[in-house]
């Protein structure tokens, strides 16, 4: 099946730092990615689609500045959280999706960042 | 968004079937039903998805009804690593549509030896 990798899957770094986390689709190329955010107990968040090639759409919410996301290839897209604090300590997983409609989801393991 | 209900929680011991009940009374005719499950601490995983017709693939069946407005997802043989949270989610299959899932708060399936 389709494998999509994201890396690392934990960090833990002081305030004020900026984290990079990384996303690929290993066996397929992904026309769009999706990046989620997931606290303790509760359901995954969306928080952004980005479409290869093109700038990313975010959630109501979600600050653009502060979780850049680039997706300049069909097999790799990253977030970068600037500047975290921690109350930006959360588990940020992406999925992606290949062309064609209706074609599911495919996640990665997610990274687990925690802002001390 | 067309928006789903499931219950917080089920119980099933291992080697039995298990059921999961998914309502969506406000479906409309492009969604697509999905459901992925969770397991603890990894990202979610694809189940199964249909539109009209009852689906079944190696993991699972999906039942839905005839008008559409519920689903149920069947695990014919539960297993521990069957323990999860289930999700099911409406995915709008019109072609002017994001793609994007809204994940709900889905089902904590608890599975005892």
């Known amino acids: 099946g389709a494998v999509v990798s994201q890396h690392p899957s934990r960090v833990i770094c002081k305030s004020g730092t900026s984290v990079k986390i990384e996303c690929r689709s290993l066996?397929?190329?992904?026309?769009?990615m999706f990046w989620y955010r997931q606290f303790p107990k509760k359901s995954l968040m969306l928080m952004a689609t980005?479409?290869?090639?093109?700038?990313?759409?975010?959630e109501q919410g979600v600050e653009k500045d502060k979780f850049l996301i680039n997706h300049a290839s069909l097999t790799l897209s990253t977030l970068t959280v600037t500047s975290a604090h921690p109350e930006d300590s959360s588990f940020y997983i992406c999925?992606?999706?290949?062309?064609?409609?209706?074609?599911?989801?495919?996640f990665g393991d997610g990274t687990r960042l925690s802002i001390l | 968004d067309a928006k789903t209900t499931q219950p917080n929680s089920m119980e099933s011991n291992e080697e039995e079937p298990v059921h999961l009940p998914c309502n969506h009374s406000?479906?409309?005719?492009?969604?697509?039903i999905h459901w992925y499950r969770q397991l603890p601490s990894q990202g979610p995983e694809y189940v199964i998805h249909?539109?009209?017709s009852n689906v079944n693939n190696r993991m699972a069946s999906l039942a839905i009804a005839e008008d559409r407005k519920s689903s149920t997802l069947i695990l014919h043989r539960a297993t521990l690593r069957d323990a999860a949270v289930y999700y099911c989610?409406?995915?709008?299959?019109?072609?002017?549509?994001?793609?994007?899932?809204?994940f709900g708060t889905g089902t904590r399936l608890q599975v005892f030896p």
């Open positions: 999925s992606a999706r290949s062309s064609g409609r209706n074609q599911p989801q495919h």
């Open positions: 066996d397929f190329q992904a026309t769009t």
């Open positions: 980005s479409n290869e090639g093109s700038k990313a759409t975010y």
């Open positions: 406000t479906i409309s005719g492009t969604d697509y």
């Open positions: 249909g539109l009209t």
């Open positions: 989610i409406l995915r709008d299959g019109a072609p002017y549509n994001t793609d994007k899932l809204i």
